[in-house]
């Protein structure tokens, strides 16, 4: 059975989305981040976009320069809209585009930061987790692994999150091991 592709046409809905994907990160986006991970599947059609940034810019989203780059954070109304309206988005599309967001999102931090590990986690209508792990091979700056797990609760989240930022090195060395790299 063919998995349905994922589309937004409606600006509202798409408003909500880039409100529900900063919120589930927790850190603002840029647009060109934003353009790439609702582009993932054709969800999301640029112009419509682009519509949608200008609609949330002020509202449900402030705009600011980091390293000369626009990106954007929500505002309190913004995080409700995420919180209140992110659950009417279908299951399926919120996982697909969280999961492109983590890679997005883990590319680029790692680009500036020189990271080889990111840790994201995102909280679901029935309060468990889901944590986004990114390794990236630190000889060939490429992706290593993606993990996802999940945990019970935003607490355990946080713990299991803090964990393997505290031993990266150890946590890819137990995957290296385990998958015999």
Same mark, same amino acid.
């Given at each position: ?16 989305l880039i409100c529900y994907l900063i919120y589930s990160l927790g850190c603002p986006l840029s647009k060109s981040?934003?353009?790439?991970? &609702? ?9 419509? =976009?682009?519509?949608?940034?200008? #609609?949330?810019?002020?509202?449900? *989203? ?17 995080i409700k809209a995420a919180r209140d309206l992110g659950a009417s988005l279908p299951l399926s599309i919120r ?10 999102? &883990? ?9 080889? =590990?990111?840790?994201?986690?995102? #909280?679901?209508?029935?309060?468990? *987790? ?16 993606y993990v996802e797990l999940s945990a019970e609760s935003e607490q355990d989240a946080d713990i299991i999150k ?20």
């Amino acid at each position: 059975m063919e998995i349905p592709r994922i589309r937004i046409d409606d600006v509202d809905d798409i408003c909500v989305l880039i409100c529900y994907l900063i919120y589930s990160l927790g850190c603002p986006l840029s647009k060109s981040q934003l353009c790439e991970i &609702t582009s993932f599947e054709d969800a999301v059609n640029f112009f419509d =976009l682009t519509n949608a940034l200008e #609609k949330v810019r002020g509202h449900l *989203c402030l705009d600011t320069d980091v390293d000369g780059e626009t990106v954007f954070a929500n505002t309190p109304t913004g995080i409700k809209a995420a919180r209140d309206l992110g659950a009417s988005l279908p299951l399926s599309i919120r996982e697909k585009l969280f999961s492109e967001a983590v890679r997005v999102y &883990t590319r680029d931090a790692m680009k500036k930061k020189g990271s080889f =590990l990111s840790v994201r986690y995102i #909280k679901n209508a029935d309060d468990t *987790c889901t944590i986004g792990i990114t390794i990236m091979d630190e000889a060939t700056a490429r992706k290593k692994y993606y993990v996802e797990l999940s945990a019970e609760s935003e607490q355990d989240a946080d713990i299991i999150k803090h964990k393997i930022k505290s031993d990266g090195r150890g946590f890819a060395k137990m995957l290296d091991e385990y998958f015999g790299k």
